[in-house]
Antibody, heavy 114, light 106 residues
Framework: QVQLQQWGAGLLKPSETLSLTCGVSGGSFSYFYWSWVRQPPGKGLEWIGEINHEGTNYNESLKSRVTISMDTSRNQFSLKLSSVTAADTAVYYC?????????WGQGTMVTVSS | EIVLTQSPDFQSVTPKEKVTITCRASQNIGNGLHWYQQKPDQSPKPLIKFASQSFSGVPSRFSGSGSGTDFTLTINSLEAEDAATYYCHQSSRGASFGPGTKVDIK
């Protein structure tokens, strides 16, 4: 079955760029939307954005700092979030989106601290 | 932006009790509403899609209803393993989540 495995740096300094990648195995990559969702410690879920072969959509509140890209040859998609601050400290999840988020990655804790 | 509100914020329930969680959308979203269960230190688990369709493998005690702006997640005969936070999510325009409802076992 489809599995998502994500990786990336877990500790950043303020003003640096967050970079995470999510690898998709066991199923079709081209047909679906692929999303990033984050969750600050002790708080709720926040949708960051999505990508498919037609393009991207981003949360308006993060749009100026977010770039989501995909590499279909490697079945991977990536998140970049620029100019991070302590407010970006969160667990970041990748997820497959078939209207609902039906498959999730394991989550990556990203801490922003000087 | 479509804003989702959930009630209650927190509910403490005894086993076998029925739990009802509501999710209200700031605009008509048709049936583009989905529910997730999240336990501590775990990724969210999908429960219900399109307001009332259960994902494969989800126990039958979980059910969803509603359309438009008002939706409900019901857990019939709560079990101890259902202690978790429950989130609604809309996919009608962009995506957004409700703030969550924490269900605790008495």
């Amino acid at each position: 079955q489809v599995q998502l495995q994500q990786w990336g740096a877990g500790l950043l300094k303020p003003s640096e760029t967050l970079s995470l990648t999510c690898g998709v195995s066991g199923g079709s990559f081209s047909y679906f939307y692929w999303s990033w969702v984050r969750q600050p410690p002790g708080k709720g879920l926040e949708w960051i954005g999505e990508i498919n072969h037609e393009g991207t959509n981003y949360n308006e509140s993060l749009k100026s700092r977010v770039t989501i890209s995909m590499d279909t040859s490697r079945n991977q998609f990536s998140l970049k979030l620029s100019s991070v601050t302590a407010a970006d400290t969160a667990v970041y999840y990748c997820a497959r989106e078939d209207y609902a988020f039906d498959i999730w990655g394991q989550g990556t804790m990203v801490t922003v601290s000087s | 932006e479509i804003v989702l509100t959930q009630s209650p914020d927190f509910q403490s329930v005894t086993p076998k009790e029925k739990v009802t969680i509501t999710c209200r959308a700031s605009q008509n979203i048709g049936n583009g509403l989905h529910w997730y269960q999240q336990k501590p230190d775990q990724s969210p688990k999908p429960l219900i899609k399109f307001a009332s369709q259960s994902f494969s493998g989800v126990p039958s005690r979980f059910s969803g209803s509603g359309s438009g702006t008002d939706f409900t997640l019901t857990i019939n005969s709560l079990e101890a393993e259902d202690a978790a936070t429950y989130y609604c999510h809309q996919s009608s325009r962009g995506a957004s989540f409700g703030p969550g409802t924490k269900v605790d076992i008495k």
